[in-house]
């Protein structure tokens, strides 16, 4: 990155260390705190929406929807997260390359299933074998984002369904008395208290969505700890210009400072939420 | 192991049989030109080959300081590419997925270290050898004996070595990346870890005598191929004739002697 870095082996202290922090591959290794930022960002409304999808289905009184929403979320719930990571993005791929085959290559005679491979012609390929390597990263990223989703929103579809019922019944029944419609006592009182009761459900599940990004490289996709590693991993003079031991250790320990810092954030961010949502309800931390 | 040699063979004599005949007929163009011709016949222009490998295997392939894929395999990969007149493109990818990914069709191609096994035959496809069969060697701390081959042994999740310590009286502990057997060793968690020779290597020379190789080395596991779907049977062809041509104008073996220590090799 600077001029003095031609050659590392010279330098030393200070100039050693601004070199190798700006190497190629710590630029890497910053630009993937983003990727965990935007993973963060791109999934919770997702979550939101398969959560409350899924809790409402579970409320449902058509049985077909109940019974939809009851296997969502206590199948996925009850898979290993780690099984499910893999599954997920290559069903999800495969399902998609099905479609876009059937659609652009009506003529193709083999089929698709060969022994073990899974064969489409190129035009149905996602993304396209041409694309750029950004795209097909953006590709790995969404589908990671949505296996994510799928998952988490499971976990928050139950919190959900329980901070529905959790709201007083004589709530909704004075609400019905005033003559509200079931849809308006859903939306003008169930919906508006029941967050205090999810909030420390989902605060839970935030923390352990924060912590969850490691996954992502089973996904394909390099996040911080994927870079930490592969930066920390000792590096003789014969394959890196900057030789050094194992420094896993203090690239972890870089991560660990992110991962409490964010926490830390998080939490004052929920304390405040709570204090908010709490305002003139009938429990205890309204009063406090 | 006979298949294979018959299968070299028959490439080879092919390939020099087509050269000559073209070389006679045209001395303006260049060999290698013409044998890109020939190579890419099977294979839709517009088809971009997708590259995977794992980026954890030094030399085989690694992650450089500019955080690219370097390495023997990415100049070996690069060089095939070119030869069969193909447009290839790069991507890194974790072990133990690798496979599964490649059968769906995420990439087209497996270069990343990996023998040729007959579990991994059935579910995949392998070009022929490009690295020939490397032992596998136990290291251990400096002060061990003979007797940590034994004790707990270190190994890479879903390697021949981790299959083939299952086998001996060792109490084996997997990794899901190699340098992570390494680092077992280094922190007393393993009293040796066991890998490619090649592989470790760098490791013990560049380790001023904290790591020392114990017991003898031993042979598992064939050469290394390219791993490549079944059903892809245009591209495996054309990956072996590429091979073959390197192997041939010596131009493999120069590779493999300047990134693995001037190792000699005769193909």
């Known amino acids: 990155m600077f001029e003095f870095c031609i050659d590392p082996k010279i330098i030393e202290g200070f100039s050693w260390w601004s070199c190798y922090l700006t190497t190629g591959k710590h630029l890497y290794f910053y630009g993937s705190f983003f990727v965990v930022f935007a993973l963060l960002l791109f999934t919770v409304p997702l979550i939101l929406i398969f959560a409350f999808a899924g809790a409402i289905a579970r409320k449902s009184s058509i049985f ?156 394909g996709v390099e996040d911080i700890v994927y870079w930490a590693r592969e930066l920390g991993g000792s590096k003789s003079e014969r394959f890196s210009s900057y030789p050094h031991s194992d420094w896993r250790l203090g690239y972890f320990i870089v991560l660990l400072i992110f991962y409490l810092i964010l926490s830390w954030v998080s939490e004052i961010f929920f304390k405040r939420l709570n204090f908010k949502l709490s305002k003139g309800q009938a429990t205890l931390g309204s009063s406090q | 192991m006979q298949n294979l040699n018959a299968a070299v063979n028959f490439w080879q004599v092919l390939y020099n049989k087509t050269k000559e005949k073209i070389m006679n007929l045209n001395n303006l163009m260049t060999g290698a030109v013409l044998i890109a011709a020939f190579a890419t016949s099977a294979i839709a222009e517009d088809r971009t080959i997708r590259m995977a490998t794992e980026g954890a295997y030094k030399p085989y392939n690694f992650i450089n300081d500019n955080g690219e894929i370097d390495g023997f395999e990415k100049h070996l990969g690069d060089e095939l590419c070119k030869r069969a007149n193909l447009k290839c493109t790069w991507q890194t990818e974790a072990w133990d997925p690798i496979i599964p990914n490649l059968v769906s069709g995420n990439y087209d191609t497996i270069i990343a270290g990996m023998s040729i096994t007959a579990e991994r035959d059935e579910i995949i496809d392998f070009t022929q050898e490009y690295f020939p069969a490397d032992p596998s060697t136990y290291v251990a701390l400096a002060g061990a004996s003979n007797d940590a081959i034994n004790g707990v042994v270190a190994a890479q999740t879903s390697t021949i070595q981790a299959a083939y310590a299952a086998g001996t009286n060792a109490t084996v502990v997997e990794f899901a990346t190699p340098e992570e057997t390494i680092a077992a060793v280094r922190n007393g968690e393993a009293d040796a870890v066991l890998a490619d020779a090649a592989y470790l290597a760098d490791f013990v020379s560049s380790s001023n005598g904290e790591l ?56």
């Not at chain 1, 590709?139 to 901070?163: E, K, M, P, R």
């Open chain 2, 212 to 267: 020392i190789y114990v017991g003898d080395p031993v042979a598992i596991g064939g050469g290394i191929g390219m791993g490549i779907r079944e059903s892809d049977t245009d591209l495996k062809a054309t990956m072996n004739t590429a091979i073959a041509s390197m192997k041939a104008d010596g131009s493999l073996a120069k590779l493999i002697f300047e990134w693995f220590d001037g190792r000699v090799v005769k193909y």
């Open chain 1, 64 to 219: 077909p929807i109940r019974w939809f929403g009851i296997l969502y979320t206590s199948m996925v719930r009850g898979v290993p997260d780690v099984i499910f990571f893999l599954f997920v993005p290559i069903a999800l791929d495969q399902g998609i390359e099905y479609l876009r085959h059937k659609a652009k290559c009506s003529d193709w005679t083999e089929s698709i299933r060969q022994g073990n491979d899974f064969v489409v012609c190129q035009a149905a390929k996602m993304p396209l074998g041409s694309s750029d390597q950004w795209v097909h990263e953006a590709y790995g990223f969404f589908t990671a984002a949505l296996a994510f989703s799928i998952v988490f929103g499971a976990f928050a579809a139950n919190t959900i369904y329980g901070a529905l019922n959790a709201v007083p019944h004589n709530q909704l029944e004075t609400a019905s008395a005033y003559g509200m419609s079931r849809h308006q006592i859903f939306i003008r009182i169930q919906l508006p208290q029941m967050w205090i009761y999810a909030l420390p459900g989902l605060s839970n599940l935030w923390m352990i969505l924060i912590k969850a990004t490691p996954l992502l490289f089973l996904l």
